[in-house]
């Protein structure tokens, strides 16, 4: 059975509101609201109005658009939303559980409200949407010119912090057949891949663990533009994983 959680404290480990003072906490938690959803459940269809975004407290939310086609998997201590309701447009996504999970929905007006009354969380928000938006340049111009290689890598640096000059260790948000389909590959160009660079000593991999020993020679190994290995599928094998730190909350817009 898992404790019920306290707003303010979860929403004041959020990346967004992290360092807000204590009445901004209280006003934004007054706003917000816990939603339980089974495994299954729809959160909200592709052309419904946002009332407000949400940050996942456990389980699993999977976005979809286009009658199925698997957009992202958002997972613990993430957040998703945000973008659409700063706009007023409908989502281009639906949401459903991929298993019971708990969210927070924060509400549009009181984020609203706060922003007009609060300049640091006015610019804190400019910031994480100017963020957003080179990150998607960056996707964009990756996925357009660069090979499966490439795709694969800049995801997994993304992970990272960008100044880190050792190793990283990482859990991948989602199964990597749900990779494979963010990165237009197939399942089985993806295991290819990352037997590849195993092989190359660029990744150490075990299930949805992946560990970086060498951060900078894998930014090296970017501007590679081979097909991404052998046609013949590598063994991915298994590794034993130190007391690495996983990577930071993350946000996702929808």
């Known amino acids: 059975m898992r404790r019920e959680i306290k707003l303010e404290a979860f929403l004041a480990n959020l990346p967004l509101f992290r360092g807000l003072g204590e009445e901004a906490l209280a006003r934004l938690g007054a706003g917000a609201r816990r939603l339980r959803l089974a495994r299954g459940d729809t959160l909200f269809h592709e052309g419904e109005r946002p009332e407000g975004f949400y940050a996942v407290v456990h389980g699993e939310i999977r976005l979809t658009r286009d009658a199925g086609r698997l957009v992202n998997l958002i997972g613990a201590g993430r957040t998703f939303g945000e973008p659409v309701m700063y706009l007023e447009k409908p989502y281009h996504l639906s949401a459903t559980a991929l298993k019971d999970s708990l969210l927070v929905q924060v509400s ?86 990352l037997g590849e660079l195993q092989e190359r000593g660029l990744l150490e991999v075990r299930g949805r663990r992946i560990r970086i020993p060498d951060l900078p020679r894998l930014r ?35």
């Not at 290689?149 to 960008?162: F, M, N």
């Not at 909350?249 to 929808?254: E, I, K, L, N, V």
Request: proline share 7%; hydrophobic share 40%; charged share 25%.
């Open 220 to 254: 090296g190994h970017r501007g590679a533009r081979g097909r991404g290995g052998s046609r013949k599928a590598v063994k991915v094998t298994a590794w034993a994983p130190t007391t690495g730190r996983n990577s930071p909350a993350r946000s996702s817009g929808c």
């Open 108 to 193: 549009k007006p009181a984020v609203l409200a706060e922003i007009e009354r609060n300049p640091k969380f006015a610019r804190r928000v400019i910031v994480d949407l100017a963020r957003r938006v080179e990150m998607m340049v960056r996707e964009l111009e990756t996925y357009a010119l660069g090979s499966a290689v490439q795709r694969l890598i800049s995801y997994l640096l993304r992970e990272a912090p960008p100044a880190a000059p050792g190793g990283f260790e990482m859990t991948l948000p989602m199964a990597k057949r749900a990779l494979a389909s963010r990165l237009n590959l197939s399942a089985e160009h993806l295991s290819r891949i």
